[in-house]
């Protein structure tokens, strides 16, 4: 089946650095992919979506200056957060869809578990 | 899309059938029902999806109402493993859009 890999699993970063993940399909190629943000206790909040060699859409609410996606090949997108602060530690995952049209379901990746300190 | 209700949390014995429901009463003629769950910690995991018929495959049945407008997950025989947080999605095209989904604990 379809494999989405995200790395890293978990980072610990200062105040202020940037920190950078990446999802990537391992086994199919993905014209789009997602990446959600999930505070504790709560759902998964849909952030943006890339699209490959186009600029991302960002769900309102979202900072596109502080959330970099870049999404150049069919196989990679990365979630750059720069100057990160406390508040954007959170569970980041992103998926990816083989596309194909109407039934076709996403696969997601294992997570990124962001501390900011 | 449209928007799903599910309640908040669910028991069942391990070994039982789990019956997970979900309501879509606005859902429309081609949107797709999506069922994931997520394990602690993890991300989420594809489980089934259905448009009219009913579906089955190796992790869970999904029974969609007639009228389209309900449907329901169903684990026959649930482990502790599966004690999860289980969402039911509409969608036609793009994104997925997470409700609160229910939270399944499997007890022995």
């Known amino acids: 089946g379809a494999v989405v890999s995200q790395h890293p699993s978990w980072v610990i970063c200062k105040s202020g650095t940037s920190v950078k993940i990446e999802c990537r399909s391992l086994d199919f190629q993905a014209t789009t992919m997602f990446w959600y943000r999930q505070f504790p206790k709560q759902s998964l909040m849909l952030m943006a979506t890339s699209n490959e060699g186009s600029k991302a859409t960002y769900e309102q609410g979202v900072e596109k200056d502080k959330f970099l996606i870049n999404h150049a090949s069919l196989t990679l997108s990365t979630l750059t957060v720069t100057s990160a602060h406390p508040e954007d530690s959170s569970f980041y995952i992103c998926?990816?869809?083989?596309?194909?049209?109407?039934?076709?379901?996403?696969?997601f990746g294992s997570g990124t578990r962001l501390t900011v300190v | 899309d449209a928007k799903t209700t599910q309640p908040p949390s669910m028991d069942c014995a391990e070994g039982r059938a789990a019956n997970l429901p979900c309501n879509h009463s606005?859902?429309?003629?081609?949107?797709?029902v999506y069922w994931y769950r997520q394990i602690h910690s993890q991300g989420p995991q594809y489980i089934i999806h259905?448009?009219?018929n009913n579906e089955t495959n190796e992790m869970a049945s999904l029974i969609i109402t007639e009228d389209r407008k309900s449907s329901t997950l169903i684990l026959p025989h649930a482990t502790l493993r599966d004690t999860a947080v289980y969402y039911c999605?509409?969608?036609?095209?793009?994104?997925?859009?997470f409700g609160q989904g229910t939270e399944l604990s499997v007890k022995p």
């Open positions: 259905g448009l009219k």
């Open positions: 606005t859902i429309s003629g081609n949107e797709y």
């Open positions: 999605i509409v969608r036609v095209v793009g994104e997925l859009i």
């Open positions: 998926s990816a869809s083989q596309g194909g049209g109407m039934g076709y379901g996403y696969t």
